[in-house]
């Protein structure tokens, strides 16, 4: 809390915080703050904090969807998900799943031995980001409550019917059920083949 009263008043209320490189990440509904320093010592004098403004019209509306990553901490904002880098900027990723900003999620983790992040919403439906491929995927039938990484390299998360479901790398199924998938790619035109030959 020490930390939080350090970032100015402006920007609504303080949503979460996250760290990166050696400051916390203080995210409002309106603004995004990095406060850094050793703080004051046990007698409350000899250091403090130091408060920067990382963005005065833009914070985050999820606190489920802050997440610290390799590669710097994924959030959503009104405008959409976002990736705060290591230099403190703040990058849109959110263009492919747009139409997923209107959601409520409730956790996000990322999937140890991977370069993805899930995002978990209350409706059943999860967001998958790819950062290595920059890429987004989609899940259904994922009511959930909350997710973690758990004993450090499986990710489980928690159903709202109760269940805990853990990632398996050699089953693939959906708690036993086996699950349709869907591919879109882009158009294969046939005849550009070799004399029509398909």
């Known amino acids: 809390s020490l930390v939080i009263s350090e970032t100015p008043r402006h920007g609504g209320d303080v949503v979460g915080v996250a760290p990166l490189n050696d400051a916390v990440v203080v995210f409002k509904e309106r603004a995004i703050f990095a ?3 050793n703080g004051p010592d046990n007698t409350g004098g000899n250091g403090g904090f130091e ?5 005065s019209d833009m914070g985050c509306t999820d606190q489920g969807t802050i997440v610290s990553l390799p590669i710097g901490v994924m959030f959503k904002s009104a405008k959409g998900f976002f ?9 849109y990723v959110g263009a492919d799943v747009e139409a997923y900003n209107g959601r409520t999620f409730v ?3 990322p ?11 209350a409706d059943g439906e999860a967001l998958l980001f790819d950062w290595f491929y920059k890429s987004w995927s989609v899940f259904t039938n994922h009511p959930a409550l909350s997710a973690c990484v758990w004993k450090e390299d499986t990710f489980a ?17 959906d708690g036993g059920t086996a699950y349709a998938l869907k591919i879109r790619t882009a158009p294969i035109r046939v005849t550009d083949s070799v004399q029509g030959f398909w």
């Open 83 to 91: 990736l705060l880098t290591p230099n403190f900027e703040a990058v």
């Open 35 to 37: 406060v850094a320093g």
């Open 51 to 55: 408060s920067r403004s990382l963005s």
């Open 157 to 173: 998360y928690l159903r709202d019917d109760g269940r805990v479901f853990l990632r398996s790398t050699s089953a693939y199924t």
């Open 107 to 109: 956790d996000a983790a």
């Open 111 to 121: 999937i140890p031995g991977s370069n993805q992040v899930i995002f978990l919403s």
